[in-house]
């Protein structure tokens, strides 16, 4: 997977537009958005005080939501920053290249174009229907975003292919065409675009027949190959499963909007706004001054440093990539600067970067534990011992580097510790904020979210003053949107592909063939390891967690594996697996970030592959490491 731009970077540098009257809508409703999501649940808590509440208050943020996964996914297509397989980049310039990327404009904007039709028959249905979110505010009103929003991501499907190459161009027209048709089932009625085109399930065919899915899939599978979106890989597989069985493409999008609902679905924006928020304003330096001034003067202090930096970052950044494109221009000239060398400060950094996947309140434990229905709070505690493991072993391949090279260490200042405490007081204490409210039954999941975003914007904009009400909030805003859109986008085609996998009985049958084969609970362990690896170094951590997570629940189940232990396996695998060779996305915003070939960057980090590797198989093997504190705390 890659994302192939700077997030941080002038549209003008990444060879984008900003989208004219359009973007600047677009970043006008993703600051009202995400003070809405934020504003909303605080004053639940408050009101909560009295009693009291605002009608309606909880579904509403669960719907703003959508409108964030539906925005953002539109900016990130804007930017070209959509989620892909990154095979496509591999090409050298030249006929293969655009060859590739018409193929991937016409499988993306075909899958696009499909669920935006398919959208236009959920909303009639729903207005026939008649459901109100809320006196007077019907759910139609939020559910026509969807065709909406697709229709807008086909058209930017489109204007980028045009960028690339005007073949690419007319390649993505015909696809968003073929996907519209596809959408329609049946010829689309202009006069009246509400008309109830599908009758029925039956009227729905896959050109073909049937029988011919099997190749529909693989035309899918080629165009993920040439660079398409990660979402339509997964919706274009499911839309394809569904009309095989003549279950028209709506089908994907009621899936979507109910994903939506989820009442903790809303906490990764705003997780995720926190997030941005630092590493937009001054935070990153204030927090390598603490961490340097503590830990810099013994074996290994700026490798430690760095390791604990990058985990703090994504905890709240989900594995997005925003780490290493925000923290590694200031943190491995710090490195090359100390003596380390760059092979090993490449190496180093590429593999921080998602660390911190495992500690509360990752997003990664949030959605493992919405899709698995397991409790956040109980994986919140099996991800401490787990995660520091891995931030250890990092650590401490850092030490063994500092020995060997004899690396400089600056002497330890009482008055520097203090004084960098005392400049980064209101970062240190983000963390025991949110964990804080969250674990003292103050607030929920989402309002724990809200109060972190709140806090971090606080003391971004009137503590520090390293952000400024307007542009720069404005530019946070879309930058969140872009990120996390991206992210909510699969998730909301990958449920709708998971939903048809459930009815065809594939976790049964996936736990029949195992059970045949596999018959202890090691070999599954180690099966499971081997398997996540592959899905963690092909898909992003959140789709993974739709697609695989169902399937492996039941599993876990019959080989007495606890929930708890096997979501902090999944993630910790899937977190390996961003590290893997030859389509770990870490790779490739590590390449792209520190302008390095791409087999230089994978070389340098065989080494911290195998460490961590190692880790993930204690952290396997020893399923105390995760549910001991659970016991501790009588939650077993």
Not at 139 to 151: I, S, Y
Not at 264 to 287: M, N, Q
Not at 584 to 604: I, Q, T
């Amino acid at each position: 997977m890659t994302a192939t731009h700077d997030p941080g970077a002038p549209a003008e540098a990444r060879g984008i537009d900003d989208g004219g009257r359009l973007g600047v809508v677009e970043h006008g409703l993703s600051v009202l958005t995400l003070a809405l999501l934020t504003l909303l649940p605080i004053a639940e808590i408050v009101l909560r005080r009295f009693d009291s509440g605002i009608p309606g208050g909880t579904p509403f943020v669960q719907h703003l939501t959508l409108v964030v996964a539906l925005l953002g996914g539109a900016l990130a297509a804007r930017d070209d920053r959509l989620l892909a397989l990154a095979t496509g980049s591999l090409l050298p310039a030249g006929p293969l290249a655009i060859g590739a990327k018409s193929i991937a404009g016409f499988v993306g904007a075909a899958v696009a174009g499909l669920l935006a039709r398919s959208g236009i028959d959920m909303v009639r249905l729903e207005r026939e229907a008649g459901r109100n979110i809320t006196e007077g505010v019907p759910v139609w009103a939020f559910e026509v975003l969807l065709p909406l929003g697709f229709a807008v991501l086909a058209w930017r499907i489109v204007r980028t292919s045009y960028r690339s190459h005007a073949v690419a161009g007319v390649a993505a027209v015909a696809g968003a065409a073929l996907g519209a048709w596809l959408g329609a089932g049946l010829p689309f009625n202009w006069s009246d675009p509400f008309s109830p085109v599908i009758d029925a399930a039956q009227q729905v065919a896959l050109p073909g027949g049937p029988e011919s899915y099997t190749w529909w899939l693989l035309a899918l599978f080629v165009g993920a190959v040439a660079g398409a979106p990660i979402f339509a890989l997964l919706g274009g597989a499911a839309a394809i499963m569904f009309l095989s069985e003549g279950v028209p493409g709506s089908a994907i999008l009621i899936q979507t909007y109910q994903l939506s609902t989820k009442p903790t679905l809303a906490s990764i924006p705003l997780f995720t706004l926190v997030g941005v928020l630092l590493a937009e304003g001054g935070a990153p330096h204030r927090l390598l001054r603490v961490f340097r001034a503590l830990f810099g003067w013994f074996p290994g202090g700026t490798a430690v440093v760095c390791a604990m930096l990058c985990a703090f970052f994504t905890v709240f950044t989900g594995g997005s990539g925003v780490t290493i494109l925000a923290l590694g221009g200031l943190l491995f000239p710090a490195l090359v600067k100390d003596g380390y060398g760059e092979k090993f400060s490449l190496g180093l950094l590429t593999a921080s970067g998602s660390l911190g996947l495992l500690l509360p309140p990752a997003l990664p434990l949030i959605l493992y534990g919405i899709v698995a229905q397991s409790p956040i709070e109980d994986l919140f505690i099996g991800g401490i011992v787990p995660g520091l493991l891995l931030i250890g072993m990092t650590a401490a391949w850092g030490i063994r580097a500092a020995i060997t090279n004899n690396v400089h260490r600056p002497p330890f200042a009482m008055s520097e510790a203090g004084a960098a405490l005392w400049a980064a007081k209101w970062e240190m204490l983000l963390p025991v904020v949110i964990v804080g409210s969250l674990f003292s039954g103050f607030a929920t999941t989402v309002e724990a979210a809200a109060i972190g975003a709140l806090y971090a914007f606080f003391t971004q904009v009137f503590v520090h003053r390293d952000l400024v009400v307007g542009k720069d909030i404005s530019r946070v805003a879309a930058e969140c949107a872009s990120t996390v859109g991206g992210v909510l986008l699969i998730l909301g085609v990958a449920v709708g592909l998971t939903s048809w996998m459930i009815d065809a009985d594939v976790p049964g049958r996936l736990l029949e063939l195992t059970q045949q084969y596999i018959h202890s609970q090691w070999t599954f362990l180690l099966a499971l390891n081997g398997f996540l690896l592959v899905v963690g170094m092909l898909m992003d951590i959140f789709s993974a967690t739709f697609v695989v997570a169902p399937l492996l629940v039941p599993l876990g189940l019959a080989y007495d594996v606890h929930p708890v232990h096997l979501g902090i396996i999944f993630i910790a695998n899937l977190e390996l697996g961003y590290l893997t060779p030859p389509v770990g996305l870490n790779l490739f915003l590590s390449s792209y970030r520190f302008r390095k070939p791409l087999m230089e960057v994978a070389a340098a980090s065989l080494p911290m592959l195998f460490v961590l590797a190692f880790g993930v198989l204690v952290i396997t093997y020893v399923p105390w490491l995760t549910t001991g504190l659970l016991g501790m705390m009588g939650r077993l």
